[in-house]
């Protein structure tokens, strides 16, 4: 249980094109989705934290014109790389957080996009 | 500052040899404490985590990791480390409790023959 899944794997694209990326919690609810940014060899890098059928909290420095999110549904959210260049290149990573009523509640990872902007 | 350090950002060990992986957070009250692991290109999986009660907590793949308090400490440990388990490894807390998980910069294991 608990899968993500992520679609494309591997997107190239022009420079200037927009890129939409897809986050499906395959067999639970998600009421919270994250998305993530990692370049070679660094960390998970928060950008976004989106709840179902709300506006996407994003973090300090992310471009909320550019990273467009919807999380129009509990198992979907949608990552729009709008007007991409080549420093958007890298790997984008999705998790998913189904609601349990727990102090705290576990996120599922994904396994990731790699967006190559040339 | 609010931060996860991983003071190792590779280390290379003999297949069969023990691993030992450093993590200190610096965050005003004790967060929840995870270990994940990432294989190249894949998404990152949960080895294991900490909570409250016992400062051992055991995982998947033989992974144990043991909180500190005093030292701010989360460190990942293995007996007998397999070549299957080079990947990278991240520490990341959820500070006091909250939702939002942040994370150390990693650590490449390399695993020889």
């Known amino acids: 249980g608990a899968v993500v899944s992520q679609h494309p794997s591997r997107v190239i694209c022009k420079s200037g094109t927009s890129v939409k990326i897809e986050c499906r919690s395959l067999?639970?609810?998600?009421?919270?989705m994250f998305w993530y940014r990692q370049f070679p060899k660094q960390s998970l890098m928060l950008m976004a934290t989106s709840n179902e059928g709300s506006k996407a909290t994003y973090e300090q420095g992310v471009e909320k014109d550019k990273f467009l999110i919807n999380h129009a549904s509990l198992t979907l959210s949608t990552l729009t790389v709008t007007s991409a260049h080549p420093e958007d290149s890298s790997f984008y990573i999705c998790?998913?957080?189904?609601?349990?009523?727990?102090?705290?509640?576990?996120?599922?990872f994904g396994p990731g996009t790699r967006l190559t902007v040339l | 500052a609010q931060s996860v350090t991983q003071p190792d950002i590779h280390i290379t060990v003999s297949e069969g040899a023990s691993l030992e992986l450093r993590c200190n957070y610096s965050y005003g009250a004790t967060p929840y404490l995870f270990w994940y692991v990432q294989s190249p290109g894949q998404g990152l999986q949960l080895l294991l985590k900490?909570?409250?009660?016992?400062?051992l907590v055991q995982g998947i793949k033989g992974f144990e990791a043991e909180f500190k308090r005093s030292q701010s400490s989360f460190n990942l440990r293995k007996p007998s480390v397999h070549w299957s388990d080079a990947a990278e490894y991240f520490c990341a807390v959820a500070p006091g409790g909250a939702n939002n998980l942040f994370f150390g910069t990693g650590t490449r294991l390399t695993v020889i023959p």
């Open positions: 067999d639970f609810q998600a009421t919270t």
């Open positions: 998790s998913a957080r189904p609601f349990t009523g727990g102090k705290y509640n576990e996120q599922f």
């Open positions: 900490y909570f409250s009660g016992d400062t």
